[in-house]
């Protein structure tokens, strides 16, 4: 039986058998190591694929609210710009009334003065308003 595997496996030595053994053992070694490799580079491009994906969705979304934030912007300006005309609008009534106010006043305290002078009755204690 030795002499019949003997023919089978050829006229190598036991060393040389070994050593093909262990050749091929680390062949395995590296084609396995190769392959785990190439699995991590496939699984690092998958995950960079949904990345990308996901950054240009992102960038997407934020052209839509940077275009929204500017529409909002501009509404907002142009309130701001009938605000203020109304705002001076009111300035401008509020400062008529004033001076009607204060000619109103002074009309109302050159009467009275003149009534005094002209001998009307005046108020007890002859004080005017505004020392009151």
Do not use: C, I, Y
Not at 17 to 34: C, K, M, P, T
Not at 46 to 52: H, I, S
Not at 99 to 120: K, P, S, V, W, Y
Request: charged share 30%.
């Amino acid at each position: 039986m030795a002499e019949a595997e003997g023919r089978r496996l050829g006229k190598h030595s036991a060393a040389e058998l070994l050593g093909d053994w262990r050749a091929a053992e680390r062949d395995v070694a590296a084609a396995q190591a190769n392959a785990d490799s190439a699995s991590l580079a496939e699984r690092a491009a998958q995950v960079a694929r949904v990345a990308a994906q996901e950054t240009s969705d992102a960038a997407r979304l934020s052209q839509v609210a940077a275009e929204r934030a500017s529409e909002a912007a501009n509404r907002t300006a142009e309130a701001a710009m009938v605000s203020a005309t109304a705002a001076a609008g009111d300035r401008a009534d509020a400062d008529t009334a004033l001076d009607d106010a204060q000619r109103a006043e002074t009309e109302a305290g050159d009467r009275f003065r003149d009534a005094q002078r002209l001998g009307f009755p005046q108020p007890e204690g002859n004080v005017e308003p505004s020392q009151a």
